[in-house]
């Protein structure tokens, strides 16, 4: 620069005596311009190089810390090499050269005595270090701790310890620029179980069930303005996917994990059955997202419907991508859970629809439960199709026609050639050809809690959909021979029907469901109370317990109380505490009318009663015959939740209220308790296991509740 400059001055300068004295003062200007510039930028340039090597000390004869549940600790660097240094040289050619030092740090941290559940956060000089960015290895301190790798290699096999018994992380090549080219302070968060309800899970339902991308373990991205691209799919430091997150938070918290029931949402339109549509829906149709798009069934985004929206804000997420099921479902396989594939119906009615509502006066709730879905006029009301032939032709129009022919799986892909139709059998038979191309699973649900439709009724007793049920059965049996196959019913409906329209009619509609060869175990959606708790202690269960969450208490009402010896009769009995008791007059069969009472439906065969009168032939169930799944269990972490375990307060699963008597307050002991009560009820390795509510099988070789198939909500 000074040398254009001065050149330029001089020849000014020297212009005043010619042409000749331009040049010459030109050149002058240009000498003197060039010494300038060398003796500014000329010379090789080289940065800062860090000339102390040593690394932070640990403290000698520091204590081991022992961690109980959840800590932040530092730990103590237990091994380190001196720092490497990578030396960087920029420009020549005639010009200055730049030379910049870059430092790395290979280190190991003794944290706490092990095992340990999972390390989570972890924090760098205070700052949130992201993990997923980091070349590092958790060692969990079991007694059985393999050396580290890169121990190992600096220091040779016989010279390595394996640190057995110390949780520890090991750091490779961590970039300590940004720490001043020092050894950051660490701080890590410890996750350790302590035992107890987490010990005894064995089996989890996985949601959202809707989100585009939720359960993909590879990162999608999307643009948000130029040269600003970000992960969708990534909400969290130290995993590359939420999904990967989320799973190894799970297995690490739950050591005895062994199954998984995967939801996939696709979308109903209306609770009237001949009306609804079931579709995969997106959030938004202007998202574009690399390096894999949006798909489901052969919809392109574009082509798709979106969710309805709230607050110009997505209802839902939309349907998982059919890419991302597969990868899923792939690795939950390689971690060792089996796959229990869960198609999931949500109905996605927003506030403002103008809908007829089959069961009352007015228009459709919004977000209504899948289980109230029914004929265009419910049972029991003027003008109902119930028990007419024109019930099984709605039933009809909302399973559809699409057959397994029509579909196909290549590329890794499901293709469809049916009808030009969006019904229950094309989610269901789709699902089932997602699994094969996910290389098959461990079971397939048919579906679940669809009580509104297994209850209507084409004659006095034929269910058509029970009918439409047992035949995607047979046809799942065909795409995946190896999997085990049942229906997640409803506690209010696995049991029988017995219509409120003073028919006396009991029929046991599900038997020929559950008796189908294609039918693996009866699936039941488990969320019946197990208390009757009130604030203070005038109301009846104090005189029995100290506390709702008492966890005796609430195994004493897992087959006793509401449901099996008593019930209410009206709000007004419940309010008042006037309990009804469960009989069965001179039949001598409570049994049939206790939801609650599994051993007696399961013992015992079943005889149907129109008219109140029993007949004088069996069902098709046979006693004893196939297990019990709780294909869901669980109780929101809310004030009294297992007063009523099946309400929620979020307004898009079938409408927000809060369960008898809640203060609404949350609650996470209540749910930790009902989960033990429960869980160590039904299962044969708890201490407390109760043998006689859980009898052995004389038909098949097992117990009548399967623990292993006990899969909690999410």
């Known amino acids: 620069m ?22 010459v003062g030109g050149a002058v200007g240009a000498m003197a311009g060039y010494a300038v510039d060398q003796s500014l930028f000329g010379r090789d340039i080289e940065g800062p190089r860090l000339s102390d090597l040593s690394v932070q000390r640990s403290e000698e004869g520091a204590p081991i810390p022992r961690v109980f549940g959840r800590a932040r600790l530092a730990g103590q660097v237990i091994w380190a090499t001196r720092f490497q240094e990578v030396r960087k040289e920029e420009g020549g050619k005639g010009g200055p050269t730049v030379t910049t030092y870059s430092y790395f740090a290979n280190f190991a941290v003794g944290i706490c005595e092990g095992p340990i559940a999972r390390i989570g956060r972890v924090w760098a000089d205070g700052a949130l270090l992201d993990m997923a960015r980091v070349h590092h290895r958790v060692h969990l301190g079991g007694e059985d701790q393999p050396a580290d790798s890169l121990i190992e290699a600096k220091q040779g096999a016989s010279g390595t310890p394996a640190y057995r018994g110390t949780a520890m992380v090991v750091f490779e090549r961590l970039p300590v620029g940004d720490y001043g080219n020092r050894l950051p302070q660490l701080a890590f968060e410890v996750f350790r179980a302590v035992g107890g309800v987490e010990d005894a899970i064995r089996a989890v339902v996985i949601i959202p069930g809707a989100s585009e991308f939720a359960y993909d373990p590879l990162p999608v991205y999307t643009s948000r303005g130029p040269g600003r691209r970000v992960t969708i799919n990534r909400h969290v430091d130290g995993a590359r996917t939420d999904w990967e997150a989320s799973i190894d938070a799970l297995q690490a918290l739950c050591p005895n994990l062994q199954r998984a029931a995967l939801a996939v949402t696709w979308f109903g339109d209306d609770l009237r059955a001949g009306s609804c549509t079931v579709t995969p829906r997106v ?54 859970i089996a796959v229990t594939f869960y198609p999931f119906l949500m109905m996605d009615i927003p506030a403002d629809n103008a809908l007829p509502h089959p069961w009352w006066d007015g228009n459709q709730p919004a977000f209504p439960w899948r289980g109230t879905i029914t004929a265009a006029i419910a049972p029991g009301r003027p003008g109902s199709p119930d028990q007419t032939a024109a019930a099984a032709d709605e039933i009809a129009a909302f399973v559809g026609t699409a057959l397994p022919a029509h579909f196909s799986v290549s590329g890794g892909a499901v293709h469809y050639s049916g009808p030009d139709e969006w019904t229950y059998r094309r989610m269901v038979l789709h699902a089932a050809h997602l699994c094969k191309a996910a290389g098959g699973v461990d079971a397939f649900l048919i579906g679940s809690e669809l009580r509104g439709l297994t209850t209507l009724r084409s004659d006095a007793s034929t269910y058509p959909f029970v009918a439409a049920l047992r035949q995607l059965a047979a046809e799942i049996r065909l795409i995946l021979p190896a999997a085990k196959i049942t229906y997640a019913a409803d506690w209010s409906e696995y049991f029988g029907h017995q219509p409120p329209d003073g028919s006396g009619d009991v029929h046991f509609h599900l038997d020929p469901l559950w008796a189908d060869d294609a039918i693996d175990a009866i699936g039941i959606d ?30 004493s009402n897992i087959a006793g109380g509401e449901g099996f010896d ?6 007004a009995d419940r309010m008042a505490q006037i309990r009804s008791a469960i009989t069965d007059g001179g039949a001598g069969k409570p049994w049939v009318f206790r939801y609650k009472d599994l051993v007696g439906w399961w013992s015992n065969p079943h005889f149907d009663r129109p008219g109140g009168v029993e007949s004088g032939t069996p069902t098709a169930w046979t006693p004893r015959s196939k297990p019990i799944w709780f294909t869901e269990i669980g109780c929101a972490a809310i004030d009294k939740g297992a007063n009523e375990p099946n309400v929620f307060p979020d307004p898009k699963v079938g409408g927000a209220r809060l369960p008898h008597f809640s203060n609404g307050g949350r609650d996470a002991l209540m749910q930790e308790r009902f989960l033990t009560a429960v869980l160590g009820y039904w299962d044969p390795a708890a201490p407390d296991f109760a043998e006689a509510a859980n009898p052995a099988s004389d038909v098949y070789a097992g117990r009548m509740v399967d623990p292993a198939r006990t899969y909690v909500w999410s």
């Not at 959030?283 to 082509?303: C, F, K, Y």
């Not at 008593?566 to 709000?571: F, N, P, R, V």
């Open 2 to 23: 000074a040398t254009l400059v001065l050149q330029a001055a001089g020849a000014a300068i020297g212009g005043l005596f010619g042409p000749l004295g331009a040049i």
């Open 526 to 555: 488990s969320y019946v109370p197990l208390s009757d708790w009130r604030d203070g202690f005038e109301h009846l269960d104090a005189t029995v317990a100290d506390s709702g969450r008492d966890v005796a208490y609430l195994r």
């Open 283 to 336: 959030e938004d149709h202007a998202t574009v997202t690399s390096p894999t798009s949006w798909r489901v069934s052969g919809l392109g985004r574009g082509a798709a419907r979106s969710v309805s929206r709230i607050d110009d804000r997505p209802a839902f997420g939309g349907t998982p991508s059919d890419a991302s099921v597969i990868r899923a479902i792939g690795d939950l396989k390689a971690r060792g």
């Open 566 to 571: 008593w019930y209410y009769a009206s709000d």
